[in-house]
């Protein structure tokens, strides 16, 4: 009886330790939870698109397939100033050294658009978060994938995916969260009086957060819509989404009383933007006729290693016809 007592007591003080259950409450109306589906093949307050599959235990937005984009929407706007959405998902597929591309969480104007950016629009207003699953990394940059950015958008810079977005990103880390067997979950947290977002991971079977980053100075409006898309290309992968929670956050009166300064504010106003985010660059493409870096790499080994050859085989050749002569003296 002892025993199960305390165990009670463990799992109880487990919940209360968790991020989303200090001071939040549950927003069904913006949450995706099992079961999923109302009456026939909706899903009530959510909308979903291309390749997109309900089943009774996922959503999956793409299936192990090439060439294969779908999304799925809440179509109920947030005006939730302060909110954490606590993504579980499950990104698993055949391929075991090649594989992508990946996913993303939006928190943006516009719904259901598709192109390029992990199936959705890549001039967004906004804010992104991308799981980018990549093996074969583009662009110059030393980090690890799979890689989770940030990017707010007000709708004129684009993601550039052939880039992994670190032309544009507010922060990003890298999380190894493919082709787990144990449930794998990220957080997404930001407060509008505080102008602060961040990102937490549990990706390691631990049932313990870790922070991927925490950054200031970024600015979102209200009336915007949650999201998730995937995209697969030449490399394919299973995308799954389990939930969606999404929880508004109790903060303190004395801080809802700073934030305004005694002044009526239009949340829904805010030009999306952030102050840490990287600055933005063109994407220049490799003009016809010049080398990627990574061929040049190759061309670099290749002309190095022609060089080595021709010098050994001069050598060669001159050590022949040396030794040639040497034997013609000896006649004479």
């Known amino acids: 009886?002892?025993?199960?007592?305390?165990?009670?007591?463990?799992?109880?003080?487990?919940?209360?330790a968790a991020p989303e259950s200090k001071g939040t409450y549950l927003r069904r109306e913006h949450s995706l939870m099992r079961p999923?589906?109302?009456?026939?093949?909706?899903?009530?307050?959510w909308d979903f698109h291309g390749s997109t599959f309900v089943s009774s235990n996922y959503i999956r937005l793409?299936?192990?397939?090439?060439?294969?984009?779908?999304?799925?929407w809440n179509n109920v706007p947030n005006y939730l100033k302060e909110w954490e959405m606590v993504l579980h998902f499950a990104v698993h597929g055949q391929g075991t050294t090649l594989f992508g591309d990946g996913f993303a969480f939006w928190y943006?104007?516009?719904?259901?658009?598709?192109?390029?950016?992990?199936?959705?629009?890549?001039?967004?207003?906004?804010?992104?978060?991308?799981?980018?699953?990549?093996?074969n990394h583009n662009g110059e940059h030393s980090h690890e994938h799979p890689y989770i950015s940030a990017m707010v958008g007000n709708g004129t810079l684009p993601y550039d995916h052939d880039r992994d977005g670190t032309h544009s990103q507010v922060e990003g880390?890298?999380?190894?969260?493919?082709?787990?067997?144990?449930?794998?979950?990220?957080?997404?947290?930001?407060?509008?009086?505080?102008e602060r977002l961040t990102l937490l991971v549990d990706v390691d079977g631990k049932n313990e957060w870790r922070e991927c980053f925490d950054v200031?100075?970024?600015?979102?409006?209200?009336g915007l819509y949650w999201g998730v898309s995937a995209a697969t290309g030449q490399l394919a992968d299973n995308h799954d989404i389990i939930s969606m929670k999404l929880y508004e956050v109790d903060i303190p009166e004395v801080v809802r009383t700073t934030e305004?300064?005694?002044?009526?504010?239009?949340?829904?106003?805010?030009?999306?933007?952030?102050?840490?985010?990287?600055?933005?660059?063109?994407?220049?493409?490799?003009?016809k006729g010049s080398f990627s870096p990574r061929v040049a790499?190759?061309?670099?080994?290749?002309?190095?290693?022609?060089?080595?050859?021709?010098?050994?085989?001069?050598?060669?050749?001159?050590?022949?016809?040396?030794?040639?002569?040497?034997?013609?003296?000896?006649?004479?």
């Open 1 to 16: 009886m002892f025993a199960l007592l305390f165990s009670l007591f463990v799992v109880f003080t487990k919940i209360l």
């Open 36 to 45: 999923y589906q109302g009456s026939g093949m909706t899903i009530p307050n």
């Open 62 to 72: 793409t299936p192990d397939h090439q060439s294969k984009q779908g999304s799925l």
């Open 108 to 135: 943006t104007r516009d719904r259901s658009l598709e192109g390029p950016a992990f199936g959705s629009s890549a001039n967004f207003y906004g804010l992104g978060v991308f799981f980018d699953t990549y093996s």
């Open 173 to 194: 880390c890298s999380a190894q969260f493919r082709g787990l067997t144990h449930d794998t979950f990220a957080l997404i947290r930001y407060s509008t009086s505080q």
């Open 216 to 222: 200031g100075g970024v600015k979102l409006p209200t």
């Open 260 to 287: 305004t300064n005694g002044k009526q504010i239009d949340y829904t106003q805010i030009v999306p933007h952030a102050d840490g985010a990287e600055s933005y660059r063109d994407h220049v493409d490799d003009v």
């Open 297 to 332: 790499r190759i061309f670099t080994w290749v002309f190095w290693i022609a060089l080595i050859a021709c010098v050994c085989i001069g050598i060669a050749i001159f050590m022949y016809h040396k030794q040639q002569e040497d034997s013609r003296k000896r006649f004479y």
